[in-house]
């Protein structure tokens, strides 16, 4: 193949996104993904958030395949039997149509056809074994014996990515990877929307943590999809491996959790995927370009705090081709030319996105499973008491609230010098509130 202008590694969002921008610039571009079809290596479905994909195709409704629009979000709290939900219903979301849910199967390989239709060269079944370097500057991509040339290699290879570690921009750490593990549900779609209170057409997703994952700080989302029912459970790597944890039995336990077992029950399995992802933010903005190459996507730490990949993926590819329209004007394709990647990059919420990622992860990372399992409790036993105590017509006094929420969630994370003169204060503050209430009560009844 004759020398390119540029070739995107991986048709995922952030490549096909990418591609298409370039496209869009008239800048001749190659897409190379390794699985027979765009999405052929992502076989479970996902949620996604529109407002990305809308800015890159704004009709994508009418012809991308989309399964329910999501109008309802949960929170759970699940503890063994029992569970607390807080669930969402805004209507500014379901009108705006901000998300859907979707098989990446399909999506991956609807997205890169649209990439095509710019005037895309696709390669499809080609995996991408290493990039090739001249004078430490990379000048290409390696497949197996074969070599492309190209002015510029954009790597959209998503988590384990080959470009990022062969250009050395990667820095590792296995400590924020995740082991996710999906199932999808056949559940016809009368029955899923009398089920979760759905309309025809409507959706919802339910996110949460808890048993049975509180152990090893795991998360689980519930969603649903036309005629079935996606799930999933996610932990971090780590510790997985030291606590010896079997992430597919933990996924059966969450089955057969009574709340849960009541959403699925006549359900049947039609197919399951494991997959790692990882925290966001890993890689400083000045990290994601090189001589060269330059990293969107999961290749390139692109990543919310709560797990949402799909639209910064879309959006890091979008500015990444922009900064190489940049670099092309210029003439020249070194890093200096591609430090605009990192400018174009903060005009959008994306650095801030990396940030609140980065500390949400150490946040988690620094949460040992005990301390996620006692706040979990905590809360369960709060929300318990106080919802009991008001129906308990037998006791006279009412319970201090104040103090309860001040031990069980500040004094479990508080340093120690700060706890005992604070628990002073609050104790009596909590008294004290006590007390008044109790006048107040005599008083008016
Ligand atoms: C279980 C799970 C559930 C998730 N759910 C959601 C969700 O509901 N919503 C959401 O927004 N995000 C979700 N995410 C995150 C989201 O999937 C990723 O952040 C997103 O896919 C990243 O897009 P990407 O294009 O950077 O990488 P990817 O989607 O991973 O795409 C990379 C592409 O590159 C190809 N490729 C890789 N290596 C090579 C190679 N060497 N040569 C050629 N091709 C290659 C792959 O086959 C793939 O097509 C989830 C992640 C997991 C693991």
């Given at each position: 193949m004759d020398k390119v202008d540029c070739v995107v590694v991986g048709a995922g969002p952030a490549g096909s996104s990418c591609a298409i921008g370039l496209a869009r610039k008239g800048i001749k571009t190659v897409l190379l993904e390794r699985?027979?079809?765009?999405?052929?290596?992502n076989v479970a479905s996902f949620v996604l958030f529109t407002d990305v994909l809308r800015m890159i195709i704004p009709e994508f409704e009418d012809e991308a395949p989309l399964e329910r629009v999501v109008t309802d979000n949960s929170f759970i709290c699940l503890f063994n039997k029992d569970f607390l939900e807080f669930r969402m219903r805004f209507s500014d979301f379901s009108e705006k149509r901000s998300a859907y849910t979707a098989y990446r199967s399909k999506f991956d390989k609807w997205f890169a056809q649209k990439a095509e239709e710019e005037g895309v060269e696709l390669i499809r079944g080609?995996?991408?074994t290493g990039l090739l370097k001249e004078k430490g500057r990379v000048v290409g991509v390696r497949i197996g014996n074969e070599e492309i040339l190209a002015d510029v290699v954009v790597g959209a290879?998503?988590?384990?990515s080959v470009v990022s570690r062969d250009s050395g921009l990667y820095e590792d750490d296995t400590s924020r990877y995740k082991l996710g593990i999906k199932e999808v549900l056949d559940l016809p779609p009368e029955i899923i929307e009398e089920r979760f209170q759905l309309s025809k057409g409507e959706g919802c997703i339910k996110d949460g943590w808890g048993y049975p994952l509180s152990d090893v700080g795991g998360v689980f989302s519930l969603y649903t999809n036309t005629d079935s029912i996606s799930i999933a459970v996610f932990a971090p790597i780590d510790s997985i491996r030291q606590g010896r944890v079997n992430l597919r039995q933990r996924l059966e336990e969450f089955k057969a959790h009574p709340y849960i077992n009541s959403l699925l029950i006549g359900s049947s399995l039609r197919e399951y995927e494991a997959h790692i992802l990882s925290d966001g933010?890993?890689?400083?903005?000045?990290?994601?370009?090189?001589d060269g190459v330059i990293l969107c996507g999961e290749a390139g730490g692109?990543?919310?705090?709560?797990?949402?990949g799909v639209p910064p993926a879309m959006l890091s590819g979008l500015k990444a081709a922009e900064a190489v329209a940049l670099a092309k004007r210029r003439g020249r394709y070194d890093a200096e030319s591609l430090s605009c990647y990192a400018d174009l990059l903060r005009q959008t919420g994306l650095p801030r996105t990396l940030y609140n990622a980065r500390r949400f992860s150490n946040l988690i990372v620094s949460l040992k499973g005990e301390q996620i399992e006692k706040l979990n409790c905590n809360l369960i036993r709060l929300t318990e008491d106080f919802t009991l105590g008001e129906i308990d017509?037998?006791?006279?006094g009412s319970s201090p609230m104040l103090s309860r929420i001040f031990d069980d969630f500040v004094m479990e994370f508080l340093p120690k010098y700060l706890r005992y003169p604070l628990k002073t204060i609050v104790k009596s503050l909590a008294n004290l509130l006590v007390l008044i209430k109790k006048v107040k009560i005599r008083r008016s009844v």
């Open positions: 699985g027979r079809e765009a999405g052929g290596k080609v995996l991408v290879d998503g988590v384990l933010g890993r890689l400083k903005l000045k990290r994601l370009y090189s692109f990543m919310s705090s709560t797990w949402v017509f037998l006791s006279p």
